[in-house]
């Protein structure tokens, strides 16, 4: 008899992005995706980081400030970096699993790549003039979007 507490889909995909996120070095937001295609096989993943070639190290890191001196003129959202992960034209059907809702800029992305569905963890950000732009461009575009939900309270990876 087959066991009956293994992950749903939903569950492991999310674990995927959940995992992702633990590659950012952001000290303040750690955001991971993951890409699955219509036969629930994983096309790419990704993270919030900078970009290829600009030195975490020598990278501002910081939340406030002029806005040269903090992160977010320069990190690269996991959503992006999983959609330029893929590689190849298109993700047409897809979903993208996502620790939090996608700013505009990638659902910009997120729309022009093709993929249909939104799953995401975390929508803390919900009031902002970016979340709600995101909703409205999904929308019109028939992009669906929905909050993760698990049967599970736990999942622990030792390593």
């Not at 950012?24 to 036969?39: E, R």
């Not at 330029?84 to 790549?113: D, M, W």
């Not at 709600?132 to 698990?150: C, E, L, Q, W």
Request: charge should be negative.
């Amino acid at each position: 008899m087959k066991r009956d507490d293994y992950l749903s889909w939903d569950e492991y995909f999310m674990g995927v992005a959940l995992l992702s996120a633990q590659r950012s070095k952001d000290p303040g937001t750690q955001v991971g995706a993951c890409i699955v295609g219509q036969d629930n096989k994983i096309l790419s993943m990704g993270y919030n980081g900078m970009p290829i070639g600009c030195p975490d190290d020598e990278m501002p890191w910081d939340r406030d400030g002029a806005p040269l001196d903090t992160k977010y003129l320069f990190v690269c959202h996991a959503e992006l970096n999983a959609i330029l992960n893929h590689g190849r034209a298109g993700l047409k059907g897809a979903k993208v699993y996502t620790t939090l809702f996608p700013c505009n800029e990638c659902a910009k992305a997120i729309i022009q790549s093709g993929i249909r569905e939104v799953i995401y963890l975390q929508d803390k950000y919900a009031d902002t003039d970016s979340v709600i732009a995101s909703k409205r461009m999904f929308d019109m575009t028939g992009v669906t979007y929905r909050p993760f939900v698990s049967q599970k309270k736990s999942v622990t990876l030792e390593l």
